[in-house]
């Protein structure tokens, strides 16, 4: 039995993760896609081309993860600290083949033409580079608009700002091109929710498939992982030791290869909800009150959102959803009981809690083995994860930690 999930279907669920950066705008990336995409359209690109800038437009934010970061790249026109996602970016899809053709125009994303068009690159990178920074700045400009209804009632001042920018910020070619697919109320409409929702099935058709291996899907999980942890200094390197330490136990407790493959994944993805949580809620080194504490607990779920429509992760998505649920009931979000939890999602549940206790916090330093162990008994004591789990981590605890704490293997 092997994993079968294709890869662009993965790629565009994943996506969603990284709009929801946008807390309360939740769909920026798919927007450039779009105008990139009928910009290509324009252009006379074939079909091929226009799905990849579609396919680019969505993942051209893949690193950013703080809120306060996203804000400023929506609410500013120009921002002096933008180059820095922009190079998170490109190093990281540079090394992951199938999004590897994506590194440079990322990188290159917020540079102005005038510059970009001196760099010794191919023609192809310069055009997607500088028009992802043209139908991005189109959204900065256009997304309060969208919030109220009132896009149609301005599409003339964005266009006019960006033909004044034609030759210094944007390609003269790009901004005809924009100019020309912009002058349809069409164009505009198609940036409404249900209708980048038909225009995802479609580019979804276009693509070719693509059977992803295991190692691809891992690294890729790995990919998202990093975006994650990056979000918060409390979580650096988070879900890659829950994932590690989860299969490590799995692998203790005789759960077949394949399921500690998915397992592996789900570990890495468990957190992907935590993007939707702003920056200073995630951020509190002090006790969060009832209303920031909805907040968090809303993850879950927005993990379970992102995963559940992908053809492949049927078991990774419950697993990775359910690391807060508790066999007596008491967890979130759904309030399962033991008899509804696989045995790979309260593994995963004892993973979170032993990494989390013992990962470096800047407010402190992690928890020994030793001093982890009595607080995983206490867990047990009250119904909140499972004995015989906790007695596999308590046989190989030095080996437990090893697992949880990536960064001691290389200290």
Same mark, same amino acid.
């Given at each position: ?24 705008? !939740? ?14 359209? @324009? ?21 950013? #993860? =703080? ?18 996602? @922009? ?78 920018? #034609? ?14 697919? =912009?002058? &349809? ?6 940036? /409404?929710?249900? +209708?980048?929702? +038909? ?8 693509? /070719? ?18 975006? !994650? ?9 988070? +879900? ?15 759960? =077949? /290869? ?7 994944? @789900? ?52 697993? &990775? ?34 990494? @989390? ?11 020994? &083995?030793? /001093? ?22 308590? !046989? ?10 990536? &960064?001691?293997?290389? #200290?």
């Amino acid at each position: 039995m092997t994993l079968q999930a294709e890869l662009r279907r993965v790629i565009y669920a994943l996506s969603d993760a990284l709009d929801l950066v946008g807390v309360d705008d !939740v769909a920026h990336g798919k927007r450039v896609g779009v105008m990139a995409a009928e910009c290509g359209k @324009a252009l006379g690109l074939p079909i091929a081309e226009t799905t990849f800038l579609f396919d680019l437009g969505m993942l051209h934010d893949i690193g950013v #993860s =703080s809120t306060m970061t996203h804000r400023n790249l929506v609410g500013e026109f120009d921002w002096d600290g933008a180059q820095l996602h @922009a190079e998170t970016g490109y190093n990281t899809v540079r090394d992951f083949p199938p999004l590897a053709r994506m590194a440079l125009p990322i990188r290159y994303h917020h540079t102005h033409w005038d510059k970009l068009a001196a760099l010794a690159l191919e023609p192809s990178v310069t055009r997607a580079a500088n028009l992802i920074f043209l139908v991005d700045r189109v959204d900065a400009l256009a997304a309060p608009y969208f919030r109220n209804n009132t896009v149609l009632m301005h599409t003339a001042e964005i266009r006019e700002r960006i033909q004044h920018l #034609s030759g210094s910020y944007f390609a003269p070619e790009l901004v005809q091109a924009f100019l020309d697919a =912009s002058q &349809a109320v069409a164009f505009w409409l198609q940036l /409404e929710p249900r +209708s980048i929702q +038909s225009y995802l099935r479609e580019a979804l058709n276009q693509g /070719e498939i693509y059977r992803a291996s295991i190692a691809e899907l891992k690294q890729l999980a790995e990919i998202f992982s990093r975006i !994650v942890d990056a979000k918060s200094p409390f979580t650096a390197e988070h +879900s890659l030791g829950v994932a590690r330490l989860a299969r490590f136990i799995a692998e203790k407790m005789g759960v =077949s /290869e394949i399921n500690c493959d998915k397992l592996e994944i @789900a570990g890495l993805l468990h957190d992907l909800g935590k993007l939707r949580v702003p920056d200073e809620i995630l951020d509190k080194p002090g006790k969060l009150d009832p209303r920031e504490r909805l907040i968090i607990n809303t993850h879950s779920y927005e993990t379970f959102q992102i995963l559940h429509g992908i053809e492949g992760f049927e078991e990774i998505t419950p697993w &990775a959803a359910y690391h807060h649920e508790e066999p007596g009931g008491r967890g979130y979000p759904f309030r399962l009981h033991a008899e509804d939890l696989p045995l790979e999602a309260r593994i995963l549940r004892v993973a979170d809690i032993f990494q @989390a206790l013992a990962q470096d916090r800047p407010y402190r330093t992690g928890l020994t &083995a030793e /001093e982890v162990l009595p607080l995983l008994d206490d867990f047990v004591a009250n119904g909140r994860v499972d004995a015989d789990i906790v007695a596999i981590v308590r !046989v190989h605890l030095d080996e437990a930690i090893y697992a949880a704490r990536p &960064a001691l293997r290389h #200290s």
